[in-house]
């Protein structure tokens, strides 16, 4: 059975199910009680779980230290971070301790935290609101970070990453929230954590992309006459390096395509690996597509920025002509 569900609310049904499921589980952060989060993910779930549910402080490092504490000491929480640049303050909470704790106590602890946050740009938010910042937390040993694309993969890579038994950053695209009704497994779903999916099958061109950015890299194969295939990466870290190889080796051409701006961004890390697994099946350098080496911009200039489906069209066609 399955229900038509946004992405908003498919990640509110998984944390209703997880909490049913696990009692030590907890759910906290900036608003996510009373008024049920900025973007309404956790709406009534205080009343549901008036015990395990919590509105925090503005305090993005007590936030994220509180879940270390938490976890290793036999919790789950779940903990969101109101916009995904907001966790900076927050930062060193997570590199030194939530990731290290495993390898720090040799085993003997560790943190079994959820790190929910919308990213990315597409809503005409303020500044500091829309940035993707996935290349830096896949940089952290011990980190896992996930990124869904779709309703029903919120829901599976969530309930994955809350009974992970290590931290996971899970970045929830806000230009998803509310784009579109898919149908949503009930009861238990879990999708595979590091497993990535070819969500289109083709064979002159192969387009990674994640998160926000799939949707729109479908369009742009939709308009294309080329038969191109698409990967959805899903988790960032650890990436599913086997999953790219297997259809660049097929296709013999690739574009990456993310948000983030290009300098140091995921693309270089699957363009590198494309590099040591599949060069000699390359007919063409592989093709990037990002937003550039700026702040985000504010409301006028945020079309401009972020790639979209022409963008990433041009992108295919230059790979291919190549």
């Given at each position: 059975?399955?229900n038509e569900l ?150 599976g890579l969530l ?164």
């Amino acid at each position: 059975m399955t229900n038509e569900l946004r992405l908003v609310e498919a990640i509110r049904q998984t944390l209703d199910e997880e909490m049913a499921r696990d009692e030590s589980m907890v759910v906290y952060g900036e608003d996510v009680g009373v008024n049920g989060g900025v973007f309404r993910a956790t709406q009534a779930l205080r009343d549901e779980y008036p015990d395990r549910v919590y509105d925090t402080p503005v305090a993005e490092a007590a936030i994220i230290g509180l879940g270390v504490g938490l976890g290793a000491y036999g919790m789950t929480p779940v903990a969101e971070i109101q916009f995904a640049s907001f966790a900076y303050q927050g930062f060193h909470q997570i590199q030194q301790h939530a990731a290290r704790m495993r390898s720090r106590t040799r085993g003997t602890l560790n943190v079994p935290m959820t790190v929910r946050m919308p990213y990315g740009g597409g809503i005409r938010a303020l500044e500091l609101h829309s940035e993707s910042f996935e290349a830096g937390y896949a940089h952290i040993p011990g980190l896992k970070v996930v990124i869904p694309s779709n309703p029903a993969d919120a829901k599976g890579l969530l309930a994955s990453a809350i009974r992970d038994p290590d931290p996971v950053m899970f970045l929830e695209p806000t230009r998803l929230y509310r784009a579109m009704r898919e149908s949503v497994p009930e009861g238990d779903h879990t999708v595979p954590l590091s497993e990535a999916a070819v969500v289109r099958e083709g064979e002159d061109a192969t387009a990674v992309a994640w998160g926000g950015m799939v949707p729109e890299t479908l369009s742009a194969v939709e308009a294309s006459d080329a038969s191109v295939e698409v990967v959805d990466l899903r988790t960032a870290s650890p990436m599913d390096s086997a999953t790219i190889v297997e259809s660049v080796r097929k296709t013999g051409r690739c574009v990456v395509v993310h948000e983030a701006p290009r300098t140091g961004g995921l693309a270089a890390e699957v363009v590198a690996r494309i590099n040591d697994d599949a060069l000699y099946h390359l007919e063409a350098p592989v093709e990037r597509v990002t937003g550039y080496d700026v702040p985000f911009p504010l409301f006028a200039r945020e079309d401009a920025y972020r790639p979209d489906s022409e963008r990433i069209r041009r992108g295919i066609e230059r790979v291919l002509s190549a």
